[in-house]
DNA sequence: TGGATATTAGAGTATATACTCTAGGGCCAG
DNA sequence: CTGGCCCTAGAGTATATACTCTAATATCCA
């Protein structure tokens, strides 16, 4: 491995340990024994190193969103949420100063405005694969009110799924009282049942029964943390 | 006003408009005309500032999701929605850097935590009083698919709209191309259509319409602003 | 081999910024 | 008055940190 890759990748690893405001050019050069000097050879400045990562991350998620040239099966969906939730992970740091980054470097702003806005019209076309597999309907049904259009449902379904999952864990970090006090994949992965409970509706009978099935192989909000007294111990006590 | 108000005021004021991390002490203490040495004898540290900042947004969110002492009407429901995103935006720093705020003082995690699981209760509460009203209904209904249970639905819904809602900034901010560049409360209002969609499979008939109507007096996100161009201009052109 | 090019070292710097310290002014109770 | 106390000024400091500069060393190719 080159030491720019090295720097790249070491860099990656401490920012999302010990956030990326901690982490200074000095330090990641000392912890890889290398000179400031060194790296600063390789990255004209920490912007530089950033940004790097973003294009790397920008990639796997692409990546990750491919439609393959078949019909979908829920295992894919779950295979979909999974690895997104994998990268987001991978990644973490980002998530966490986004708006930072993106007001210091244009560049990055525009490209990554960009990113979502390919993102988001992916994740629509999965819907609509999803849809024409049989798995999801967004026909009217009866005794069920139905007063925008199924197209605009998707494009509103496929950000709210985006925001659920780019924002879970955020969430996670404000809410959770988690052992030890850092953060897993493990409850990372607790996101897919938030994400899953937004199209839960749109389901048809004929798959709901393999969707359950599927997301219980997944760990549950309430169990894999302490989260707040309330939203553990909590039994329907809704005030009617 | 007391000297101690105006720097609370005018910091939040700074804070929303040029970012946290580009205001210092000095800058505030500048702009009201008094001492570096005078801020300091009022708050001990900037951490100070902004820890008294989160206690009365707090106190402020708080204050909207009161319930009130009779059932609740559709107009209510906007209301509260329509209010949190007043708060969110008169806040609005501190959703651009919470994780770090949460994480140089924990103190300030502890209890934004607690306010979390607050608003979260908060949110079933009404979401079960929407129901009680027969504005919302999850009873399982004929052709759809119901594999969970009413209380956990409801739960699994309060959380995903208060994911929706306090994070529907941060994703304007990551996609939109604002004209001027800024955002305004206006762009941040048209979350709420995001926010209604997550619930709109749960509305009853009786119901519909009249939350159609009240929606229609907000901006859509796709008006607002330029958004990817993909966004705007894209119709219903889904592969199927 | 030898020269050019790529890489590395590491001390040093410029700047930003949160915060301190001392001294003094205004105001009010006694 | 006057002594004490709340408030204010403002110069100054300690520290962090992104980045620079020069010189030395490795690597590669003719």
Not at 76 to 90: C, I
Not at 195 to 201: D, V
Not at 205 to 224: F, G, H, I, K, T
Request: hydrophobic residues 40%; charged residues 20%.
């Amino acid at each position: 491995m080159t030491t720019k890759e090295r720097i790249l990748l070491r860099s990656l690893e401490l920012f999302n340990e010990k956030g990326e405001r901690h982490i200074t050019t000095n330090h990641v050069a000392a912890d890889l024994s290398i000179s400031p000097g060194n790296l600063y050879y390789h990255y004209r400045s920490k912007q530089a190193i950033i940004y790097e990562i973003f294009t790397h991350y920008e990639r796997l998620v692409d990546h990750y969103l491919q439609l393959p040239d078949r019909a979908l099966s829920v295992q894919d969906e779950f295979d979909y949420l999974d690895s997104v939730f994998d990268g987001l992970w991978s990644y973490r740091f980002l998530h966490r100063d986004l708006y930072h980054y993106l007001d210091a470097d244009p560049r990055l702003k525009t490209e990554y405005g960009q990113f979502t806005g390919r993102c988001l019209d992916r994740l629509e076309e999965i819907i609509s694969c999803l849809e024409h597999s049989g798995i999801l309907t967004f026909d009217p049904r009866p005794g069920a009110a139905h007063t925008t259009s199924a197209a605009t449902l998707k494009r509103t379904l496929a950000l709210n799924v985006w925001l659920v999952v780019t924002n879970w864990m955020s969430f996670l970090v404000s809410s959770i009282e988690v052992e030890g006090g850092t953060l897993s994949i493990r409850h990372m992965k607790s996101g897919i049942h938030q994400a899953l409970a937004i199209q839960e509706p749109y389901v048809t009978e004929a798959y709901a029964e393999e969707v359950a099935r599927l997301a219980a192989d997944y760990p549950n909000y309430s169990s894999v943390g302490a989260g707040t007294s309330k939203m553990v111990s909590r039994k329907a006590q809704a005030s009617f």
